[in-house]
């Protein structure tokens, strides 16, 4: 299983910002997809995650804010990230979790600022 992540960049505050993330291979049906974000001297946390059949979790810090979807059919990801601050500054990362196994993609770079 791979996982590719885009949508990553500079954005002033305020702004918006669209992460994808496509996975590719073997692709169980009942999955669990993420986002996860890990900022310079932090540990990694938990953005959002949705199941494939459409509930989803959002950290306290994004609720509100950030949105994430998913299509099934693409085995794709999706976070819509409003209304950003200079603490949403991190590296982002995607994952799956399907059978017990999760997988990672490689990171995409969000940074927010003036």
Request: hydrophobic share 35%; net charge positive; aromatic share 10%.
């Amino acid at each position: 299983v791979q996982l590719q992540a885009c949508g990553g960049g500079l954005v002033q505050p305020g702004g918006s910002l669209r992460l994808s993330c496509a996975a590719s291979g073997s692709i169980f049906r009942g999955n669990v997809m993420g986002w996860y974000r890990q900022a310079p001297g932090k540990q990694r946390e938990l953005v959002a995650s949705i199941f494939s059949g459409g509930r989803t979790n959002y950290a306290d810090s994004v609720k509100g804010r950030f949105t994430i979807s998913r299509d099934n059919a693409k085995n794709t990801v999706y976070l819509q990230m409003n209304s950003l601050k200079p603490d949403d500054t991190a590296v982002y990362y995607c994952n799956i979790n399907q059978i017990g196994e999760i997988y990672w993609g490689q990171g995409t770079l969000v940074t927010v600022s003036s």
